[in-house]
T-cell receptor, first 112, second 114 residues
Framework: KNEVEQSPQNLTAQEGEFITINCSYS?????LHWLQQHPGGGIVSLFM???GKKKHGRLIATINIQEKHSSLHITASHPRDSAVYICAVRSAIKGGADGLTFGKGTHLIIQP | DAGITQSPRYKITETGRQVTLMCHQTWSHSYMFWYRQDLGHGLRLIYYSAAADITDKGEVPDGYVVSRSKTENFPLTLESATRSQTSVYFC?????????????FGPGTRLTVL
């Protein structure tokens, strides 16, 4: 069983809709990352969080450490938000010194 | 150029050949990582390095060799390439020591083994 589970795997929505992507993990973590990858493109870090909530523009990330769950929200979605969103965790044991463990990603398509 | 770069960006090789993928970062980050990305598996850690001359295995190290003689470089070598090593390879770096431990990813190398 993968240590990091994301849902949904695929999501198609209309422009302007509110988007939620979920991430659950089974291990103790020191931090959780949300990453974005455009088709054929590189990987960009959106958020790194260990508690609470962070906001950047139309993107909001929340984490509940007790429930081992995080969500990424996109408000007023736009076709340029179409990408793969990846959840990744850093182990609590080594603090991420041994790399990240990734979910399989959520493929988001925003239609105009 | 500042940042983290990978070369080559695209590589086609044949089964049994040796291939080296290069990774270079200009931030003097202590930690560097190699990941591979495959459909159905997502990203998986191959090897990582905490500093020059310190390397350790990740989740999928078999068939790969790494070295880190200088802080800024972290080459990944496939000693005898196999078709199962066809993948997109990402290098990343992080400066754990200062607590600025976001990971920065290179642009990726798409490797095809025929």
């Amino acid at each position: 069983k993968n240590e990091v589970e994301q849902s949904p795997q695929n999501l198609t929505a209309q422009e302007g809709e509110f988007i939620t992507i979920n991430c659950s993990y089974s291990v103790g973590i020191s931090a959780l990352h949300w990453l974005q990858q455009h088709p054929g493109g590189g990987i960009v870090s959106l958020f790194m969080l260990s508690s609470g909530k962070k906001k950047h523009g139309r993107l909001i990330a929340t984490i509940n450490i007790q429930e081992k769950h995080s969500s990424l929200h996109i408000t007023a979605s736009h076709p340029r938000d179409s990408a793969v969103y990846i959840c990744a965790v850093r182990s609590a044991i080594k603090g991420g010194a041994d790399g990240l463990t990734f979910g399989k990603g959520t493929h988001l398509i925003i239609q105009p | 150029d500042a940042g983290i770069t990978q070369s080559p960006r695209y590589k086609i090789t044949e089964t049994g050949r040796q291939v080296t993928l290069m990774c270079h970062q200009t931030w003097s980050h202590s930690y560097m990582f190699w990941y591979r990305q495959d459909l159905g598996h997502g990203l998986r850690l191959i090897y990582y390095s905490a500093a020059a001359d310190i390397t350790d295995k990740g989740e999928v190290p078999d068939g790969y060799v790494v070295s880190r003689s200088k802080t800024e470089n972290f080459p990944l070598t496939l000693e005898s390439a196999t078709r199962s090593q066809t993948s997109v390879y990402f290098c990343a770096s992080s400066d754990m020591g200062l607590g600025i431990n976001e990971q920065f990813f290179g642009p990726g190398t798409r490797l095809t083994v025929l």
